[in-house]
């Protein structure tokens, strides 16, 4: 399994590198990919070195995509025609979709979420068809969550996604959760 993590300037510094983290100690690839550039500065001033531009990428040797949300990294992912469309091609095919904050937004303009439950930062509702108040969602191939206070979760679906019940199970003893 093969991930991408999508990064634009103002991602939420949790929501991304919780992920990443948590799905690496799972022994999930995860390539960090920089919508513009090689280095993108989170919402905190925290810079990151990408380990590829969206540029340099075949969105076909993917799995799946993860996008962390945090005010205006969300937006600026949501303005990137190519994620939209590499939304839109991955979800065709049953791929792995996941969103967290805002993000679960672009998913929504994507149409990914036409016929799926999801949940997104709270006040963000109407931006979705079908919004939940749960925490984490997962219906079928999409995971979605709603801010950085639920990225351990977020993660940890992912991984019981990806890789099983007793990896999470594994992990949570190993991290003391």
């Known amino acids: 399994m093969k991930l991408m993590i999508t990064l634009a300037d103002g991602f939420e510094d949790i929501e991304a590198m919780v992920p990443i983290d948590i799905l690496r100690r799972a022994g999930v690839v995860v390539d960090t990919v920089g919508v513009v550039g090689s280095v993108i500065t989170s ?12 540029s340099e990428i075949n969105p076909d040797n993917y799995d799946g995509i993860i996008l962390p949300g945090g ?24 791929k792995l979709i996941a969103a967290i904050c805002g993000a679960p937004s672009i998913l929504a303009k994507a149409g990914v979420l036409d016929n799926k439950k999801a949940t997104v930062h709270p006040g963000m509702e109407k931006e979705l068809p079908y919004p939940r108040a749960e925490r984490v969602v997962v219906d079928g191939n999409v995971i979605t969550s709603q801010a950085p206070g639920t990225a351990m979760e977020f993660a940890l679906a992912l991984v019981e996604k990806i890789v099983g019940r007793g990896k999470v199970l594994e992990l949570r003893k190993d991290l003391v959760i």
């Open 71 to 94: 005010n205006p990294g969300y937006i600026n992912l949501g303005r990137t025609a190519k994620i939209i469309d590499i939304l839109k091609k991955m979800n065709s095919q049953g």
């Open 43 to 54: 919402k905190n001033g925290i810079r990151v070195m990408v380990d590829k531009r969206l």
